[in-house]
């Protein structure tokens, strides 16, 4: 028999969800739930972002949960948990009858964790990466040390860099390595030969220092690019698409080399279908008008999506029709992505998953620095939209 709310559950339920998820009125006039995130998030993550800033310093009390309750206009419920969840990561404590405090860094737990990226580019995924790191270090107790590291510096500027970061209490580092070839494959090496001489763990990330296939020895926590190219070319050749082109800048990476191989490997399936490659600026229209006379091709797979962006310019320009003429892919899904001229199909990563993956593993690794290094790599998916396929 169906068991009928009455009138008082059915308010309980309803306020139990109105304060963890969002609610809409349907057509009907019912409240459902939205796939939005839960409210006390927000709450969690304002709270957060204060006590990282120095608004709220070690020792100072937060807002009131009343003065919580008027700024946020949420529950009483939502804002209990907020701050309960703050209490569970270690960032504040709450006494009874006076209020909740910002904890003090626990001297015997930090662990200070060094980070040496690139300069990030605008909507960089990486940029992603990095906030994340730094949030979820921070709720177990991990601080954070950033440094930045160009791939046009020189390895003594590199040396430098390192002598301060390692000069620090640094238990461990994250590092996002620079393209593999001259000075930068010194200063992927150096970073490699200063943790190992340190005893300390290193968790590459998105890439290894070296070529693809020739493994390092440090952990590397990245997407699965292989499998992002292959998703892009086959996509490409379900659409109509028989003569492919992979379409890269200049730098060398082992995620190019990868993402090569899974368009190679996708056309190679296929029957009468090819595939070639080419290297340059996408924005150099008399380099672009050569490799199209060259190639000829009807679908084009770009190693990013700053490249693709850069392509499609130049298609437009010449006065290729995309998609009809010419479909064309990108790899990231990046913020720019869907608001080209003709917004770009495009392979999404998780930055958000490799940045939590790195952390387990670098948990892991200052647990059992013995343990043998692991290679972690994260599903990616297809996004489809106008430049490939004009009814999406």
Not at 30 to 47: E, F, H, Q, S
Not at 206 to 235: K, P, T, W, Y
Request: glycine share 6%.
């Amino acid at each position: 028999m169906a068991r009928i709310l009455s009138e008082k559950n059915a308010i309980a339920l309803e306020f139990f969800y109105a304060n963890t998820w969002p609610i809409i009125k349907n057509e009907s006039g019912l409240k459902i739930m939205t796939k939005g995130p839960p409210k006390y998030r927000a709450v969690y993550d304002a709270l957060l972002r204060a006590i990282r800033r120095g608004e709220y310093t070690a020792g100072s009390r937060l807002p009131t949960e009343a003065e919580l309750l008027s700024k946020f206009k949420v529950s009483r419920i939502t804002v209990i948990r907020a701050l309960r969840d703050l209490e569970t990561a270690g960032l504040v404590r709450r006494r009874r009858g006076s209020g909740s405090y910002v904890e003090g860094p626990r001297q015997t737990e930090m662990a200070g964790i060094g980070m040496i990226f690139p300069p990030l580019e605008p909507g960089s995924i990486f940029s992603t990466v990095h906030q994340v790191l730094a949030r979820e270090s921070q709720k177990i107790g991990w601080q954070i040390l950033f440094h930045e590291i160009a791939d046009t510096d020189t390895p003594e500027f590199a040396a430098g860099v390192l002598d301060r970061l390692f000069a620090g209490p640094v238990r461990g580092l994250f590092y996002l390595p620079l393209p593999v070839h001259a000075n930068c494959a010194l200063i992927n090496e150096a970073v490699a030969r200063q943790c190992e001489v340190r005893k300390l763990p290193l968790v590459l990330l998105d890439r290894d220092i070296h070529h693809l296939h020739d493994r390092s020895r440090f952990d590397v926590i990245g997407s699965d690019n292989e499998l992002g190219g292959f998703l892009a070319a086959q996509h490409l050749m379900q659409r109509g698409c028989r003569r492919i082109l992979f379409f890269t800048d200049a730098r060398e990476h082992p995620t190019v080399e990868a993402r090569w191989e899974g368009v190679r490997n996708a056309v190679g399936r296929a029957e009468s279908a090819t595939v070639n490659i080419c290297s340059g600026d996408g924005d150099d229209a008399v380099f672009v008008a050569e490799v199209l006379a060259k190639h000829k091709p009807d679908g084009i797979a770009c190693v990013n999506d700053m490249t693709a962006a850069k392509v499609q310019r130049s298609l437009l320009r010449q006065g290729i029709k995309i998609p009809q003429q010419i479909k064309l892919t990108g790899f990231d899904d990046t913020s720019m992505a869907a608001l080209l001229s003709v917004p770009l199909t495009t392979v999404r990563q998780s930055s958000e998953a490799m940045a939590i993956q790195a952390i387990n593993i670098m948990r892991q690794r200052l647990e059992r620095p013995d343990l043998s290094a692991v290679t972690l790599s994260i599903a990616c998916s297809l996004v489809v939209r106008d430049s490939s396929d004009r009814t999406k």
